[in-house]
């Protein structure tokens, strides 16, 4: 039987945690990278349970000199096929504070983008030597509309956009697929942060159901829920002065 290798970051909460889950059969070898060990040795026991092999990392991604060392670990060990970087840190700017701190700022754009991007640059290099595999990366719809409450985050996925899209023409002819997934609001930790209304909410296993279906497919680029992919379109047709107005808007906490 031939074993699929699925590398996912984040893997001991939220999304993260419900794609390993939604991954794990008796053909799948799990990386599953996470900082909270006892978590994340949670959801590696799940996926277990239901017949994968789970190997974890812990590993906080602000240490970002480990990451080219821990992904060549984890492709000697056995090729990975599908490298998901989901690892992620949100939330608003808080209350008392007008902008963000410079630590904060340094935290969210170093999980989202910086480990992303350096873990991703790392497994695309060894996959297109064997000329095979998929590098996925977790954005958000945060990308295409101005935060005025999470500076960092929107545009720590506006420069995940730009990434993906940028790699995939350098890799796709030497038969690696890079996807981006945007989700709208999902059911976890990072977004019960916010207060305010979450509309279209869906929960982490159907986020994760819907990203694999487009993984198999091999989607390039997508929003979810689908209501979001619209209000987005819709957004960005938007003159710069309706855009402003809107955003300036948003809720702040
Ligand atoms: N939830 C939403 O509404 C929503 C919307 C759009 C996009 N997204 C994106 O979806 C992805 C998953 O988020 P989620 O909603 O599942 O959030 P979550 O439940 O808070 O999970 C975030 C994951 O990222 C890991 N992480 C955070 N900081 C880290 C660090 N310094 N080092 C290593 N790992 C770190 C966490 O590890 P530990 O728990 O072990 O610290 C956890 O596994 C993120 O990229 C997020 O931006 C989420």
């Not at 990278?33 to 991604?61: I, K, P, Y």
């Not at 989901?86 to 008392?96: K, R």
């Amino acid at each position: 039987m031939n074993t699929t290798h699925i590398l996912i970051t984040g893997a001991s909460s939220g999304l993260g945690a419900a794609l390993a889950c939604a991954y794990a059969s008796p053909s799948v070898h799990l990386t599953l990278w996470g900082r909270n060990g006892e978590r994340l040795n949670s959801v590696a026991a799940q996926c277990r349970a239901a017949g994968s092999t789970a190997e974890t990392v812990v590993q906080d991604l602000r240490d970002v000199h480990a990451i080219e060392a821990q992904i060549d670990r984890c492709d000697e060990n056995l090729p990975v096929d599908i490298a998901i970087f989901n690892a992620g840190l949100g939330g608003v700017t808080p209350q008392g504070r007008l902008v963000e701190s410079a630590q904060r700022a340094f935290d969210i754009a170093t999980v989202n983008f910086t480990a992303a991007a350096m873990g991703a640059s790392t497994i695309s290099e060894r996959m297109v030597k064997r000329k095979k595999g998929h590098v996925v990366l977790i954005g958000s719809v945060a990308e295409s509309i101005p935060l005025p409450m999470s500076p960092t985050y929107a545009g720590s996925k506006a420069g995940l956009k730009m990434f993906a899209e940028s790699l995939r023409l350098r890799v796709k002819a030497h038969g690696v697929f890079v996807t981006l997934a945007s989700p709208g609001f999902i059911d976890t930790p990072m977004s019960r942060q916010i207060a305010a209304d979450k509309p279209f909410m869906i929960t982490p296993e159907k986020a994760a159901a819907i990203i694999i279906r487009k993984i198999a497919s091999r989607r390039t680029e997508f929003a979810l829920p689908w209501p979001y992919a619209l209000i987005r379109m819709l957004f960005l047709m938007l003159p710069r002065g309706l855009k402003r107005a809107i955003v300036i808007r948003l809720p702040s906490e």
